[in-house]
Each structure stands twice: as C-alpha cells, then as structure tokens.
C-alpha cells in the first residue's frame, strides 16, 4: 500500500476500536487505546493506536491527534519500563508498505528490548493469550 492510499475501514484496528475484534488492552481513553501486539517482537510488544482518526500512518495525522498520541505513546513505554524492566524500549512506526507498514492505520510500536535476546520477526509468531494478559496485567498496574 502506498503512502497515499485512502484509509480503509475495516482494517483490523479499526474492528478492534469498534469492539468487532478482541484485543488486551492497556490502557484507553478518549483519545488513544494502547493493547498488546499479537505478534510481538519482544515480551512485552505492544501498539498505540488513535480512536478517532483515519490516518493511515504519520504523515496523514492532524497535529493535534499526533501530539496527544505521541504523549499517550511515551506514557505507556514508561510503564513498560516500570513493570518490565528491560534494558531497551524501541518506539516504533513504519509508514508505507515499503517501510515494513503492515496495518494500515496509524500506530506506534512499544518494544521492550532485553539484552542478549534478539527480537522476533515483525509481524512473526502468534503469542499466547495467557501471557499476553499476565504482561497487560503488570503495565496496567505501573500506569496507576
């Protein structure tokens, strides 16, 4: 997909922001929702997405929506940090196909990273639901 093309509604953001798809979340409000990738690169991985936008990536996105998301976005990698304790967070954002881009409505990565343990594929192996709520868990908590 090009860095031009129009917004598709029903990617698979989009459902998960209409409920029409299950997701564990972090954290949500008005403005941005932040859940656990799926796929994730690293223990931990998870994505912060805009709720009312139809921004295809960052290039698209009005400046206000951008500024409270990037906000949300470094909120949430201190969280990680606080519950996880990594070494590293990587934020994270590809825009375009070309670009690695692989859903296309806005969204940023937060991948924790752990010395001496490379990270997975993006968009490689399905995690287990199980764990992936036990880490939502402990970042909801170093939000609070």
Do not use: C, W
């Amino acid at each position: 997909m090009s860095l031009d093309a129009a917004y598709d509604r029903e990617n698979i953001f989009a459902k998960i922001l209409r409920g029409e798809l299950p997701a564990v979340k972090v954290f949500e409000d008005g403005e941005a929702l932040a859940f656990m990738d799926i796929f994730p690169q690293s223990r931990g991985h998870l994505l912060v997405i805009p709720k009312r936008s139809t921004a295809v990536n960052l290039l698209d996105e009005d400046d206000a929506i951008l500024g409270t998301l990037i906000l949300r976005a470094q909120s949430i990698a201190r969280a990680v940090v606080k519950a996880l304790h990594p070494d590293g967070v990587r934020v994270a954002q590809f825009n375009g196909a070309a670009a690695g881009q692989t859903v296309f409505h806005l969204h940023f990565h937060i991948i924790p990273v752990y010395s001496g343990t490379s990270l997975a594929p993006h968009a490689g192996g399905r995690a287990d639901p199980a764990e992936l709520e036990a880490l939502a868990a402990k970042i909801r908590a170093a939000l609070s």
